[in-house]
């Protein structure tokens, strides 16, 4: 299984440097379009992707994770720090599931 970066052309740069593939986006089009094509990638089993780009297309993000058994998408923060409103596994987790989760 191959990883696959989508974020901010600092941090595709370093991904790149560790022999990750990866796509700098600017824009939620350019954003949808790169998760499409690593998902239409049969041995692409990781995503990583910066918070900020994921808020762009946040419905397309928890569509895969809901309903696709792979890749698995991980968001990391960006050069701006981490966000604030994010929800955490364990809330997204109640949310998918409708149970509380300790």
Do not use: H, Y
Not at 46 to 55: C, D, F, M, P, T
Not at 69 to 91: D, F, Y
Request: one cysteine or more; proline letters at 7%; aromatic letters at 4%.
């Amino acid at each position: 299984m191959k990883f696959f970066c989508v974020a901010d052309e600092d941090t595709v740069r370093g991904f790149r440097l560790a022999g990750v593939d990866a796509k700098v986006v600017k824009t939620p089009d350019e954003a949808q379009k790169a998760i499409d094509k690593a998902v239409s990638e049969p041995d692409c089993g990781i995503i990583i992707i910066n918070e900020r780009i994921a808020s762009w297309i946040r419905p397309q993000i928890d569509k895969i994770r809901m309903e696709m058994n792979r890749p698995l998408i991980v968001e990391i923060p960006g050069p701006e720090g981490p966000q604030e409103a994010r929800k955490s596994m364990r809330e997204f987790v109640q949310e998918a599931v409708g149970i509380s989760v300790c």
